[in-house]
């Protein structure tokens, strides 16, 4: 009897560490999880910067393109225009 009271407390002792193990281990899971989260707003504060700048640099962009296909009017050169003025032609 005495033994049966030996092995459940050693099979208490046991379950009691892997308890504790398991514990630890989620833990570190949620530290991790809370770094991956930090992580995450630190680059989602450093992108929203360089979106607002990129923005204005992609509307000057357009703007030249289109200035520039307005200008020389590469479409009049091919010949589809058949001196018809086209929508195109601003």
Do not use: E
């Not at 514990?23 to 979106?51: D, E, G, H, N, R």
């Amino acid at each position: 009897m005495a033994q049966m009271t030996i092995s459940m407390a050693q099979l208490t002792i046991s379950v009691a560490q892997m308890t504790i193990s398991m514990v630890q281990l989620t833990i570190s899971v949620v530290q991790m999880t809370i770094f991956m989260a930090q992580m995450t707003i630190f680059m989602v504060q450093l992108t929203i910067p360089v979106a607002r700048l990129t923005i204005p640099v992609v509307k000057s962009t357009i703007s030249m393109v289109l200035r520039a296909l307005l200008r020389h009017k590469p479409w009049v050169a091919a010949g589809r225009g058949h001196g018809k003025q086209s929508a195109l032609d601003i």
